[in-house]
């Protein structure tokens, strides 16, 4: 593959998952900066990626189309500029010989890059894999000049010192390297890395006629030699510290107080001609369950994409990650409520149910009730063309508040079917759901048997308000979505389709950020009020 940007894209996993990683790791940027410098800046990114075959496929999915990665690569040209400078460069000192004069020693000292500027860059497929290059780039220093000699006609040293410019043009600055899954994590390896520059000028702040010669004919090729080792050197420092960062990647981030997501890495990424897709796990459990990976085969994709609607990224969520976090929370007991208020407080006297089961009240008269309302089983989502359905099953106990006993007297189950809507609030995907149908039946009774059919207005007033409002305050708070902290998503469209829930949206950096750790958070209710 030859397109520039599917060439690009190889680089752009490896700086957006550090992004998402980073944000829960609660690294600060003045460590993030010079790490994606030397991504950046290195700027001729041959990276190889090694494709495993494999049947396994993560939960959540993660594309970066082409828009995307112009975004991310400008970003990152920016950072990695802005970080490098300014860059010391070692001195150089040499002993030269100028005409009429003899033997002269020069000291070049505090030499310093101070502005670089990169004229352009692009990306290519190679055999070896994809090429990032910077070319045209140009840098200014300055430093300080020193020499001194002596001659045979005056014994005494003679002395003098200024200040000097350089302007440094046609620079290329390269790497290649290769990135790879090792058990769940990127594993980064760089095979060669180098810096070229073409041309330099030199401008001498005072010092005699001699010494501007002088110094451009001894020290031209030294400064430009000095420039290349040490853009080198930094490349190779930053991939080390890119590469220990990768590997402590933690392998989960908590969903709320009880509850992690699973972000092992799945697969190896998937290389198109214009953009680039990873998985990973995504299966959600309980935070002190030991992750293991059970994803033994390989869904089915739908065909959708959001490079249809010129979004820079796609997050595609199966409801696999919907369902284990269903199970989670049953599994905690957080789908457990004792309802002792609602919006028709008449429906909790068992004189409101007088017409409904002439037993009840006949047994316990004018007496106040609650409802134990448990959900029986984990609710079961499937995620379909525009639409989003749960099946929720519960058991609701009644009970009467007696002479200062607390009596159960009836079970009814009910089987209640939902449909539901996603939404974006903020970075969380979040959601509301409504009736669709519910059955009931008695599942038992201490007050014999009660008319089916005459419950079901009541169990329908207290579904659509008292249980669907709880469920939608929480599903309201949304799950956060995997993005680097500081980011936002901007215009974002939701597409339900077969088995998924598709995110596509542009990403804005608005004003300054910095890396720090997200922290989510859920609360165990027991009551509704």
């Known amino acids: 593959m030859t397109n520039v940007s599917s060439e690009f894209t190889q680089f752009v996993i490896l700086s957006y998952s550090l ?17 994606t410098l030397f991504i950046v800046l290195s700027l001729s990114l041959s990276l190889t990626i090694t494709h495993i075959q494999s049947n396994e496929e993560g939960f959540i999915s993660v594309q970066i189309f082409e828009k995307g990665l112009d975004f991310a690569k400008d970003l ?6 802005s970080s490098i400078i300014p860059l010391q460069l070692p001195d150089i000192e040499k002993t030269v010989k100028i005409r009429l004069i003899g033997k002269v020693h020069i000291l070049l000292s505090n030499i310093t890059i101070n502005q670089v500027d990169i004229a352009s860059s692009y990306v290519s497929t190679g055999e070896s894999g994809i090429v990032l290059v910077a070319s ?3 840098a200014n220093l300055s430093m300080r000049w020193m020499y001194s000699y002596t001659t045979w006609l005056i014994p005494i040293a003679i002395t003098d010192k200024g200040d000097a410019s350089v302007q440094v043009e046609g620079m290329v600055v390269g790497l290649t390297a290769t990135l790879e899954n090792q058990e769940g ?21 005072g010092g005699a006629s001699w010494l501007y010669q002088g110094v451009v004919d001894a020290f031209e090729a030294k400064i430009a030699s000095a420039v290349e080792s040490s853009v080198s050197n930094k490349i190779r420092e930053g991939i080390i510290k890119l590469d220990s960062l990768l590997q402590s990647f933690p392998e989960h981030i908590p969903v709320y107080s009880i509850a992690v997501l699973n972000v092992t890495f799945v697969d190896s990424p998937v290389l198109s001609n214009s953009s680039i897709e990873f998985d990973i796990n995504g299966e959600v459990t309980s935070k002190d369950a030991v992750l293991v990976s059970n994803h033994n085969h390989k869904g089915w994709k739908d065909s959708f994409s959001c490079s249809s609607l010129a979004k820079m990224v796609q997050i595609s969520l199966q409801d696999d ?26 429906l909790l006297n068992t004189t409101g149910w007088r017409y409904i089961a002439p037993q009840l009240y006949k047994q316990y008269p004018n007496d106040d009730m609650n409802l134990n309302i448990s959900v029986s089983s984990p609710p079961i989502i499937k995620v379909a063309k525009d639409d989003v359905d749960a099946v929720i099953n519960l058991d609701m106990i009644i009970y009467v508040m007696d002479a200062g006993q607390v009596i159960p007297v009836a079970c009814i189950s009910l089987e209640i079917s939902t449909s539901g809507s996603a939404e974006i609030l903020g970075n969380n995907l979040a959601g509301s759901i409504r009736l669709k149908d519910f059955t009931t039946y008695l599942k ?3 007050i014999g048997d009660l008319q089916i059919h005459l419950l079901q207005p009541v169990m329908s007033t207290l579904i659509e308000t008292v249980l669907l409002p709880y469920v939608n305050l929480h599903l309201r708070r949304g799950i956060p979505l995997p ?24 990403l804005a950096l608005p004003g300054q950020y910095h890396l720090s750790s997200s922290h989510f958070a859920t609360t165990k209710h027991s009551n509704v009020t």
């Open 444 to 446: 038992w009774s201490e």
């Open 483 to 506: 993005l680097p902290h500081g980011f936002t998503l901007e215009n974002a469209e939701i597409v339900c389709t077969c088995s998924r829930v598709i995110v596509c949206s542009d």
């Open 19 to 35: 992004n998402i990683y980073l944000s829960h790791m609660g690294l600060s940027s003045k460590l993030m900066a010079p790490t």
């Open 185 to 205: 994590k990127l594993k980064l390896h760089l095979l060669e890395c180098g810096c070229h520059v073409k041309d330099i000028s030199i401008k001498l702040d």
């Open 136 to 138: 045209g780039a140009t």
């Open 76 to 81: 990152l040209i920016d950072k990695a500029v």
């Open 321 to 346: 990650v919907f369902n284990s976090a269903s199970l989670v929370y049953f599994d905690e007991d957080y789908m457990h409520w004792l309802v002792d208020k609602v919006p028709d407080q008449s």
